[in-house]
């Protein structure tokens, strides 16, 4: 019966500690199998692999512009030499590469060519791509250049190669300048920008032109002037001919009750009874800041050009703007203008004197103003802020014996669009490279900044996009170029600006550990114990040979004892 019931225990606690085990089994699979496993894939930071390499390459990216230029002579020592020379002084620039050819045509084939219209006929005759040039030598050619619409440059017999030179430099090619706006993007802190850079908006996908008329005293002022049609007939048709460029969006709008935040400082006139008012351009300025508070033009998220016109009030007309040099700005109109860099230009608008002279101390002046010059100014400064090169006195350098074709219409020069094709492709380029190369920087600095498929391969394809640019400029394929580094623009862009970005930046490696260690310490330290009596069960060999050894090593040690007594 004793040993009957001795075995039943031994039995009923094998059973026992079979459950143990295999609880203890059981329990550690569910934490270590499962549980950290599936926190460990929970808790990581999704990253899809990005090209380091690749960006880091792309410092040493050489954007290289080839252009085409075909001189066209009347005889082959000309050409020749004119052709030489242009390579030769431009053979160290350092984003231009000229593919410089020459041609000798007939003196028959201009002999009849006296007109601008005549010359054009003559030219169009030559297959010029977007971004080529072409040197056309004229004989019955007054200027010494004459800069045609299209992509021609007419020089007469007796012009010298030197002059010819300085036109494509500082004219059409404009090479300093591109490589300063180059240089400036990549190293701002060593290069400064010059003051077409400056002034000219940075390039964007889309841009508002919000054209504001000021009316400060309504009700001594009646403008009779209908604003959306101007906007509709005159600027919306210039800013189709860019449409390649960007996306244009122009609204209008009326301001009241807003005076100039100054007051103009009196200045008498060549007769006695006469005075006007003086604006010093030093405080011009001044008159953005509360211009700016009340025009809305933060309700897009696009940059934009603000185009105003300010009706001057009776009691301070005429109001004219004086330079440093102590000079009026204009004497032959009413329209005094000024440009405000990367913002806009404003036109002050004079009534005529005869209007205020004549009228009534409680009667509103109706005032119509110049449509046709105020238009004009406009687009003028349009022209200067998108970047176009102004090759009128006012704005450029002149040069003796050098003119331009008059614009026809609204339409712009060919050769002026390609300039800012060539400026906009080398900003977008190069700030596509820079915002790959600071988001490759920022990604590998902080481990816990989620990258999504989606930005990755936006950042694939914007780097992609970069070389396929850079080599399309190279192969002196400037519109498809242009369209590449627009892609990669908007592209990286969209990259470096996605939200997911910042979906766990608040929320740290260290943070983690520190969150979740206190939650499954507790719980692992059992099972971690219990791997212990888990080896035991399944392996029990190894434990009774110890005891084995034990045993035997205290019955040596017993009859050592025993045979000493």
């Known amino acids: 019966m004793h040993c009957a019931g001795s075995s039943t225990g031994r039995y009923g606690e094998t059973e026992a500690e079979k459950y143990r085990v295999y609880a203890s089994v059981s329990f550690a699979v569910l934490l270590l199998g499962i549980g950290v496993p599936l926190w460990w894939h929970t808790t990581t930071v999704p990253r899809v692999t990005l090209p380091y390499a690749g960006i880091d390459e792309l410092s040493q990216l050489d ?57 054009e006929k003559v030219a169009s005759t030559f297959d010029l791509d977007v971004g080529g040039l072409l040197l056309l030598e004229a004989t019955n050619l007054n200027d010494a250049v004459l800069v045609g619409s299209k992509r021609t440059l007419y020089f007469s017999t007796e012009t010298s190669i030197a002059k010819l030179i300085q036109v494509l430099s500082e004219w059409i090619l404009h ?7 180059k240089n400036a993007l990549a190293e701002p802190t060593i290069y400064s920008l010059d003051e077409e850079n400056r002034r000219r908006f940075p390039a964007s996908l889309a841009y508002d032109v919000l054209v504001t008329l000021v009316n400060p005293d309504p ?65 011009l300025p001044q008159l953005v800041t509360p ?29 004219h703007i004086y330079t440093r040099s102590g000079h009026r700005s204009r004497t032959d109109s009413n329209v005094e203008a000024f440009l405000s ?19 009534q101390e409680d009667e509103a002046v109706t005032v119509v103003p110049e449509e046709t010059a105020i238009v004009g100014t406009f687009l003028a400064q349009l022209r200067l802020l998108l970047g176009i090169p102004e090759t009128s006195k006012q704005f450029q350098k002149s040069i003796d014996g050098v003119t331009a074709v008059p614009l026809v219409g609204l339409k712009s020069r060919d050769w002026e669009i390609d300039s800012l094709l060539r400026y906009r492709t080398v900003e977008q380029l190069t700030s596509a ?21 989606v930005v990755g391969n936006r950042i694939k394809t914007a780097l992609k996009l970069v070389h396929e640019s850079a080599e399309y400029l190279r192969r002196g394929n400037l519109k498809r170029s242009f369209i590449l580094s627009k892609e990669a623009f908007v592209i990286s862009e969209a990259a470096f600006s996605d939200p997911t970005l910042l979906a ?11 969150v ?17 009596n888990i080896r035991r069960y399944y392996f029990p060999g190894k434990d009774n040979t110890e005891k084995m050894v034990d045993l035997r090593e205290s019955k040596n040690d017993e009859d050592s004892r025993s045979k000493t007594e």
């Not at 030499?81 to 000229?98: G, H, M, S």
């Not at 090479?175 to 706006?181: G, I, P």
């Not at 608008?349 to 002279?357: A, D, H, K, L």
Request: glycine share 0%; with cysteine.
């Open 175 to 181: 090479d300093k300048s591109l490589a300063l706006t």
């Open 219 to 283: 009700e001594k002022l009646k403008i009779v002037w209908d604003l959306r049609t101007v906007t509709e007939e005159y600027m919306q048709p210039f800013l189709d001919e860019l449409s390649i460029l960007s996306n244009f969006s122009v609204k209008s709008q009326w301001l009241y009750l807003l005076p100039l935040d100054m007051n103009p400082r009196r200045v008498p006139d060549s007769s006695p009874s006469r005075r006007h008012f003086a604006l010093r351009e030093s405080v």
């Open 433 to 453: 490279k820079l915002t790959l190369q600071s988001l490759a920087r920022l990604l590998k600095e902080i481990s816990n900044i989620v990258i999504t498929d």
């Open 504 to 514: 766990l930046l608040y929320f740290p490696e260290d943070q983690k550990y520190a």
């Open 63 to 119: 954007i290289r512009i080839t252009t085409k230029i075909t001189v066209a002579a009347l005889s082959h020592n000309r050409a020749e030499l004119f052709a030489r020379e242009i390579r030769r002084t431009f053979v160290n620039a350092e984003i231009y590469q000229l593919d410089v050819d020459y041609q000798v045509i007939s003196n028959n084939l201009l002999a009849s060519a006296f007109t601008y219209h005549e010359l």
């Open 291 to 319: 211009l700016e508070k009340k025009l809305a033009s933060q309700v897009s998220l696009h940059p934009c050009i603000n185009l105003v016109v300010y009706m001057v009030p009776c009691d301070n007309a005429p109001l």
């Open 516 to 532: 979740y260690i206190p939650l499954f310490l507790p719980a692992m330290i059992p099972v971690l114990l219990s791997l212990k």
């Open 341 to 359: 860099p990367r913002w806009g230009g404003v036109i002050l608008i004079n009534p005529p004197s005869e209007v205020c002279e004549n009228a």
